[in-house]
């Protein structure tokens, strides 16, 4: 796990490495500073001799500036260094994402994704400087300061030594009852971000349904389940710091009453001690509990962001289900699409498929209709062509080949689809159509919206083409931003178009009109058009009927009213029902 963090520190590594080494010219000089202190006292004070109190004096001016120069440029490089590596981390970590298929997303969740991205790297940017920075000044301080207190008095020194073990322990016994607690904290901390996704991308839905009070319920349960977590996982690190600190103190004061008494009862016994010297251990003893301080609080900030750590290695090790072959076909012929015998589920498992049984074939420039009640398969059967999904069983051929032959890129790049969600970004129209070809000219931009009926209304906008979305396409109308989308494939200039249900939103008229300047303007280029009205694939060369996962009729619209029930069934209540005028 560590080295594969390690891997996205790359060009801060220098930063990095400097930290410590200035850390430990920082330490030693903070080391030296009290021996020359017990010099100045025993030799200049207590003698009276003002040439060595001026002489130690200037020696500890010196330290200490040494000190504070290294001290300000180990801050300056851990700070580089953190801000690094996080900015790294978090790259890598997108970059892997982009890379995922829709069932690697599925596996995660977007909540969680988010969640990884942001608080999970930031806990880990901070364990990182902690590592580089205090977890090196700590033991550096805590042996040095203990060498130099051996060298005074091994005696009193053997005091220090003694509550190493019981507090290593308490830090140990502490660390394997909080680790779980973090990991169930992340996990609630991935539901609360899934509640304040859902509340804030629907948050039309929930004013129009006056349900807030319901949302807020939700959000305080959730924030409630995060809360008492971390509420349980400090109070157990809460208890490293009266441990440290009963250990220590009551180290000091031992040091500080057994010395007193080797200086009263010293008369030149082999383990005298002088005040400087006394002063001087004191000192060390502050020291040495100032660096256990430190390697408590970096113990406590990696325990707190091991957990965080896993979940970002597990993104990172995650590896895409659709990949590209070793030697990719780069080319597709045409829009030629084959289904022979495919059938997909979407946990892998044969024996629960959400299509069944799927063979059809579909030539080059043919226009495809697909129709079908809720939930029978018809976007998880488009979803196949552009490898969003791999079949489960069977083969999806495109130009004559099988899709897990082309590069992935290659085979996209040919396929243009139109989501049932429609997305915009926030940005100027002409940086949303160019999307789908970011060389286009103004021109090509402007025809393609013409060809998705979307040109008078871009053109009636103040700023026309250059009219600001806001995110998620907050301020354009439902089948406006229909239109958009349409037209951001159709700059594409794909050999395949799948629109899924991507004209409910637009008046029968307007819907005619797009199909149309399909029929018109890109001839040779096949279309698929899942939708709900049978006025929108009537006039298309073949129609699927889906029903459970399966194909239920295949053929023309004469041919499917003569000999499909489910087909006549819809067709009939839909042209009773009025569905051919305008909604």
Known sequence: MIKKLLRSVREFKKASLLTPACVSIEVVMEVIIPLL???????????????????????????????????????????????GFSRNLRHDMFHRVQTFSFANIDKFSVSSIITRLTTDVMMVQNAYQMIIRMAVRGPLMLIFSLIMAFSINVKLSLIFVATVPILAGGL??????????????????????????????????VKSFVRQDTENKKFSNASGDVFRLNRKAERLLAL???????????????VSWLGARMIINAHGAPDSLTTGYLTSLISYAGRILMSLMMLSFSYVMIT??????????????????ITDPENPIMQVPDGSVDFENVSFAYSKDPAHCCLSDIDIHIRSGETVGILGSTGTGKTSLVQLIPRLYDATLGTVKVGGNDVRKYDIAALRNSVAMVLQKNELFAGTIYQNLRWGNENATDEEVEHAAALAQADSFVRAMPEGYNTFIEQGGTNVSGGQKQRLCIARALLKKPKILILDDSTSAVDTRTDAMIRKAFREEIPDTTKFIIAQRVASVEDADKIIVMDGGRINGFGTHEELLATNEIYREIYESQVKGGSGENE
């Open 37 to 83: 202190m017990a010099k100045l006292i025993d030799s200049g004070i207590q003698a009276g001799n003002m040439g060595m109190i001026i002489k130690m004096g200037l020696l500890l001016a010196l330290c200490c500036i040494i000190s504070l120069t290294f001290g300000i440029l180990a801050g300056k490089y851990a700070a580089e260094a953190m801000a």
């Open 172 to 205: 140990l016994l502490i660390s394997k009852h909080v680790h779980p607690v973090f990991e169930q904290m992340f996990k609630k901390m991935d539901t609360m971000n899934l509640v304040v996704q859902e509340n804030l991308h629907g948050i039309r839905v």
């Open 240 to 254: 490293n710091s009266p441990l440290m600190q009963f250990c220590m103190n009551f180290c000091v004061l031992l």
């Open 304 to 321: 707190i962001s091991r957990a965080a750590a896993e979940r970002i290695v597990e993104v990172l090790d995650e590896e895409s289900d």
